[in-house]
């Protein structure tokens, strides 16, 4: 056993009996380092990351390698989706000296951590004019013995640059004032990578990337831009037809390796699989396509079934691989799907799913319905999907990620209480809120700080920005759809830490790291919309958010100052900062805020019969009741001005700053 001995992340526990003697990132290791005078071979992963298990089998498993390592070297492992920090860091290098990143992320540092060498996936032996790692390590080796001062310099440069960069990023304060010109660059830019014939952007390998149906689906509806639309409506009735989409279990796996969305990259995360839910659900209220209704009820089902832990927190994610093979837990021969259906239903099944010889993945098919559209519910109803989803479990095993990551969970509380609210499913909600419960227990210290990640029983490492600010809109979709205060009063508490622990007072903008976290080589401030939203985008959302129901002026002027600072960041791209666009949407068009006066049970009915089949992406509702009168005039002191009638409902209008006459009857409201 290695110093990864008494970690908790599955990462690390399965390099735990690697003949490397790998240590935990942290000062022993440093120290180590400095002591002996080495330099830090550094490397960067996740448990469910295919490629990651590829290098630990062909390198970190080798004797020869690990003898390297051990002796000319002090090796580090680090889980990416514990440390996202450290992550950042070393990505930011990679992508700057290499021009791409990915993981495994492998990193040669100084022991000051100063970065003299990046890269990703390296083989162990040189093959195709790629570089093997044991070639690589010893002349690594040989340059830190024989020319260090060369290695040093190179790593303090790359340092400067990293900081440099930063520096730039931080002064980009302020963006174009004609908002409407930066959303329509955007589509613009969209429309151009579009592809017309399978959906999606760009070419093969295909990322579904969520965030931009929701830019598109405001946009269109804001502009009355129908094209605008119909790209994000086609991409998710392709991607739920394809390969990437679970057919049999539900879910979405990472990323699709061809571009017809078919044949996908097998790993399943819980935050792809929450940002699509959310996506369907939209999708949904906008068309009231059965199809999108489906796609998040399967999906959100999947995550309550295979990701759900007892405790209520969702964990992150399944591997690729099963018995070592990747995609072997997800292909079916026409024959296996025979046997579990009988013939004649089998032969229908496989027409249906497009599961024929030779197959469309390594001699078998993973099942499909590129060419047939919308699920046979004979399928589902007869229980034949059930059938071939026990067959399939019975067959082969997928590694569980059974760790718990806030900023995930956050964004699967959204999806949950917006399916409670859209679809009117009690189920989800319930979920949402055990959720809200375990974090509140478990990954929140005495002070009222949260952690990151759980597992086991333990909370680890302080919460990150996008922590916080993911978890800020989670509870403000749980007051949508709830309207119970608490939710409200939570939101500005985490909108208060962000502002106390993050912020960069002086250049605008908020680092990824709190102000009492442990120091890197850099504090870095991101932007940039990954597999996930950036964390400054979903500051400026929860901010206008804030104030938009609150109608307090701090948050107003809060929301100002962000919007400026990601302007300014997003106006050289646009289209890579969908995210952001969403938040500066809320900003720049107008809004409607409606105060809903009366019991909650006579509001109901009205308001949820509303928000079910209108996207309503700019109305912020408020219920007052008399039992929950002063709790919510804490939270939004302008609500106090509202009388609770004695029958009845009061409904208060206001629309971009201008009030309209109170109704009776919702029905009357010009929404």
């Known amino acids: 056993m290695n110093h990864l001995i008494h970690e908790k992340s599955p990462y690390l526990l399965q390099h735990v009996k690697n003949p490397v003697d790998w240590y935990p990132w942290g000062p022993e290791a440093f120290r180590k380092a400095a002591r002996e005078e080495k330099p830090v071979f550094l490397s960067i992963g996740y448990s ?99 020319q260090r001062g060369k290695a040093l310099s190179a790593g303090r440069q790359l340092k400067e640059a990293l900081t440099a960069q ?98 996908p990259h097998f790993e399943k995360m819980l935050y792809d699989n929450a940002l699509l839910s959310i996506a369907y659900l939209e999708a949904y209220q906008v068309t009231g396509e059965i199809l999108f209704r489906e796609t998040a009820v399967h999906t959100l089902d999947y995550v309550l079934r295979e990701l759900t832990g007892p405790e209520g927190g969702f964990f992150c994610g399944q591997d690729a691989d099963s018995d070592g093979v990747e995609g072997r837990y997800y292909s079916f021969t026409p024959e296996e799907i025979c046997s579990v259906l009988g013939a004649d239903a089998g032969r229908r099944f496989c027409l249906d799913y497009d599961i024929a010889k030779p197959g469309n993945f390594e001699g078998k098919s993973v099942p499909n319905r590129v060419g047939t559209g919308s699920v046979p519910r004979r399928w589902r109803e007869d229980g034949s999907l059930l059938k071939l989803y026990e067959y399939r479990k019975s067959r082969a095993a997928l590694h569980l990620d059974d760790k ?62 996008d922590d916080y600010a993911f978890y800020g809109l989670a509870l403000l979709e749980l007051y949508r759809t709830t309207y119970e205060p608490h939710f409200l009063t939570e939101a500005l508490v985490r909108a208060g830490q962000i502002v106390s622990f993050f912020e960069d007072g002086e250049n605008g903008g908020f680092y990824l790291t709190a102000v009492d976290a442990e120091a890197l080589i850099v504090r870095v401030k991101e932007t940039y919309d990954g597999a996930l939203p950036s964390g400054n985008a979903a500051v400026a959302l929860l901010f206008g958010r804030l104030a938009k129901y609150t109608g307090d002026i701090r948050w107003l002027e809060c929301s100002d100052r962000q919007n400026r600072y990601l302007a300014g960041a997003v106006k050289d791209y646009p289209c890579g900062h969908s995210f952001g666009l969403v938040a500066l949407m809320e900003g720049a068009y107008p809004s409607e805020e409606l105060v809903c006066v009366g019991r909650k049970e006579e509001v109901f009915p009205s308001l949820l019969k509303y928000l079910q089949s209108h996207p309503a992406f700019f109305l912020y509702p408020v219920v007052k009741e008399e039992k929950n009168e002063k709790e919510l005039a804490e939270a ?13 409902v009061m409904y208060y209008l206001c629309r971009d700053g201008v009030c309209a006459q109170p109704e009776t009857d919702f029905d009357r409201l010009d929404l």
């Not at 939004?636 to 609770?644: G, I, K, L, R």
Request: glycine share 8%.
């Open 48 to 146: 469910t990351c295919h490629w990651c298990h590829v290098m630990a089998h062909e390198s970190f498993e080798d004797p020869g390698v690990a003898e390297l390592l051990n002796r000319d070297f002090v090796s580090v492992k680090v889980d990416r989706e514990e440390r996202p920090d450290i992550d950042a860091v070393y990505m930011a290098v990679c992508q700057a000296v290499t021009g791409s990143g990915g993981w495994p992320l492998t990193a040669v540092l100084t022991p000051e951590q100063e970065p003299f060498f990046v890269g990703t996936y390296f083989p162990k032996d040189s093959r195709y004019g790629q570089p093997g790692l044991l070639a690589l390590l010893k002349e690594i080796s040989g340059l830190w013995k024989e």
């Open 166 to 263: 930063e520096t730039l990023s931080a002064s980009r304060r302020s963006g174009p004032e004609d908002m409407a010109c930066l959303f329509s660059r955007a589509v613009e830019m969209f429309r151009h990578s579009y592809d017309s014939s399978y959906g999606g952007f760009g070419r093969a390998p295909k990322f579904p990337t969520p965030h931009n149906f929701f830019f598109l689906l405001r946009y269109a509806d804001m502009q009355h831009d129908r094209k605008a639309g119909e790209m994000a409506v086609c991409t998710l009735r392709a991607l739920a037809c394809g390969g990437i989409s679970d057919q049999i279990g539900g879910g979405f796996s990472r990323y699709s390796t061809d571009e017809k969305w078919l044949i």
């Open 404 to 465: 718990v990551i806030l900023s995930w969970n956050a964004w699967m509380i959204f999806a949950l209480a917006k399916a409670a609210c859209v679809l009117g499913e009690g189920t989800y909600l319930d979920a949402a809120r055990r959720a809200h419960d375990f974090i509140a227990a478990e990954m929140t210290d005495e002070n009222g700080r949260l952690f990151r990640r759980w597992r086991d029983g333990e909370a680890a490492h302080m919460g990150n920005l």
């Open 636 to 648: 939004a002191p302008f609500t106090e001005s509202y009388p609770v009638p004695e029958n009845g």
